[in-house]
């Protein structure tokens, strides 16, 4: 699933990418899009792949420079600011909707923005799922994005958390996950 559209966005940029230098890019944007059929699905499917991911080393034979398990560790450690951040403005978010309006939960949308390059997170709490969408200005795919997706999977699964203790009327078991995580400008250095 995860590592799955992760390879091909990879493939995409090896076979398909514009060189200018030493920079590789995609000519449009790449969007990745999860469907998961409840919170079990999410942690087994979407999380543990993510989390893999952002922490293994590719092989020699892959052209994009080589980026240690070291490396991913600090890489993920120097974006928990951005993430709490992100985290922080959807709780803030969710907060005043829920107060300031007395309606469904599902007539709302909470979203939460931020100057990093994961820029723009929404949620959306639907009868059928929680409708995500992420959106990142740029990404390096090799040395960032592993990251990114990973924290991806930690915002929603904190603020899901919060979600069921701040409004467990809401909380349906059986509700799925939707993802979509759109990509301004994938690339890597070769």
Not at 147 to 173: Q, R, S
Request: charged share 25%; net charge neutral; with cysteine.
């Amino acid at each position: 699933m995860v590592i799955n559209q992760y390879e091909d966005l990879v493939h995409g940029l090896i076979h398909d990418g514009k060189t200018s230098g030493s920079l590789v890019t995609l000519p449009n944007e790449f969007i990745f899009d999860f469907k998961l059929r409840d919170l079990k699905t999410f942690y087994d499917k979407y999380l543990d792949q993510a989390r893999w991911l952002a922490f293994y080393e590719r092989h020699a034979e892959c052209p994009m420079p080589r980026i240690t398990k070291a490396q991913r560790h600090k890489i993920y450690d120097k974006e928990s600011y951005e993430r709490e951040m992100i985290l922080n403005d959807l709780k803030f978010s969710t907060h005043i909707m829920m107060s300031k309006y007395d309606e469904p939960v599902e007539s709302r949308r909470f979203v939460a923005t931020n100057d990093s390059c994961l820029s723009f997170a929404q949620v959306t709490v639907r009868p059928e799922n929680y409708h995500w969408v992420f959106v990142s200005r740029s990404t390096e795919a090799n040395k960032m994005l592993p990251a990114d997706l990973y924290t991806v999977g930690t915002i929603i699964e904190k603020w899901i958390n919060w979600f069921i203790i701040y409004k467990p009327e809401h909380f349906e078991p059986g509700r799925g996950i939707r993802i979509l995580f759109i990509l301004n400008n994938p690339h890597y250095y070769k």
